[in-house]
């Protein structure tokens, strides 16, 4: 368990960092920017996270379980696939939009491997998993889900979204027609 003032630093850490990310953009604040503007040195910053994209991560972890909480509601509320992937990509594209430069940072390549052994990706690995899987191919079931997720990076998102100029809704469309094209309303 971590002492009461290393958890009142780290919190003051992180408030700090979402409050010049949102006002200048996560690529534009370093982690040396964080350290001075809290009077912090660098060794107390790095000993609560290894770097930004741990940092960026820190600052959403709370709000991954909101949204798989968000999503587990709609499997239950839904029985066909095409209503629960489409109320579940809403959420998930939703979130994705609001948190474009978080994820960004998250999801770059120093951080792909840390974010991909997240609970987080692995609750949604699975979430997608027991959506497609039918038990009769599960290899089948397990490639949808990986390239599902693929085409979920915020990369892939941004792309989309600014030089293909598609809504999140034609974004989510397609993502149904792609992974579930023969399935009933």
Avoid at 58 to 70: A, G, K, S, V, Y
Avoid at 72 to 100: G, P
Avoid at 121 to 143: C, G, K, P, T, V
Wanted: with cysteine; aromatic share 12%.
């Amino acid at each position: 368990m971590m002492r009461k003032d290393a958890r009142e630093n780290r919190q003051r850490i992180e408030e700090k960092a979402l409050e010049l990310f949102n006002s200048e953009g996560v690529k534009n604040v370093s982690m040396n920017r964080i350290s001075k503007e809290l009077n912090i040195g660098m060794g107390t910053l790095y000993r609560h996270f290894k770097d930004k994209g741990d940092l960026c991560y820190h600052i959403i972890e709370h709000d991954f379980d909101t949204i798989m909480n968000q999503m587990l509601s709609v499997k239950e509320r839904y029985s066909s696939k095409k209503e629960i992937m489409s109320h579940s990509l809403d959420i998930f594209l939703k979130f994705k939009t609001d948190n474009s430069d978080l994820l960004n940072c998250i999801e770059g390549e120093d951080n792909v491997k840390l974010f991909r052994s997240s609970d987080f990706f692995q609750n949604l690995n699975q979430y997608y998993f027991d959506l497609f899987n039918d038990d009769e191919d599960e290899s089948w079931a397990i490639f949808k889900t990986d390239m599902l997720l693929k085409s979920l990076t915020t990369t892939t998102f941004t792309f989309q979204k600014n030089e293909r100029q598609l809504s999140n809704e034609t974004f989510r469309d397609n993502l149904i027609k792609l992974y579930l094209p023969n399935e009933e309303e």
